[in-house]
């Protein structure tokens, strides 16, 4: 696989049900991942996309969660970091999902590029 276009993390961290914090994993994550899955075959977008499993994307309140990310081909190493965050902000996060939110997420912004604002966190 080349480059791809966007990675996708899909939270799926497991904390105990009792454990104040939360987690993805009991607010359903792994059919949210499942989701991503079929929604990315059923447009043909594995040699664009990326899916990934991770740990806790340090949005537990807003459970289930998923961050979308776009690599840059160039990153400019030889600049601060700070302006480097500024120019490579290209991370968005997306929480209270559900599996029916999944298509609509996908076709707009993997495929049209428009972040969905609805789920935003
Ligand atoms: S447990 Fe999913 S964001 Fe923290």
Same mark, same amino acid.
């Given at each position: 696989?080349?480059?791809?276009?966007?990675?996708?993390?899909?939270?799926?961290?497991?904390?105990?049900?009792?454990?104040?914090? $939360?987690?993805?994993?009991? #607010?359903? =994550?792994?059919?949210?991942?499942?989701? /991503? +899955?079929?929604?990315?075959? @059923?447009?043909?977008?594995?040699?664009?996309?990326?899916?990934?499993?991770? $740990?806790?994307?340090?949005? #537990?309140? =807003?459970?289930?969660?998923?961050?979308? /990310? +776009?690599?840059?081909?160039? @990153?400019?190493?030889?600049?601060?970091?700070?302006?480097?965050?500024?120019?490579?902000?290209?991370?968005?996060?997306?929480?209270?999902?559900?599996?029916?939110?999944?298509?609509?997420?996908?076709?707009?912004?993997?495929?049209?590029?428009?972040?969905?604002?609805?789920?935003?966190?």
């Amino acid at each position: 696989m080349n480059s791809p276009k966007y990675r996708v993390f899909v939270c799926t961290k497991q904390r105990h049900p009792n454990d104040p914090e $939360g987690s993805c994993h009991h #607010c359903g =994550a792994t059919e949210i991942y499942q989701a /991503f +899955q079929d929604a990315i075959a @059923e447009r043909q977008l594995e040699n664009q996309v990326e899916l990934r499993c991770s $740990g806790c994307l340090d949005r #537990c309140e =807003a459970g289930a969660v998923a961050m979308v /990310f +776009q690599p840059k081909r160039y @990153e400019p190493s030889w600049l601060p970091s700070k302006i480097q965050k500024k120019l490579t902000a290209n991370k968005v996060w997306y929480g209270r999902l559900s599996p029916a939110d999944i298509p609509k997420l996908v076709e707009s912004h993997l495929v049209n590029g428009k972040p969905l604002k609805q789920h935003q966190v």
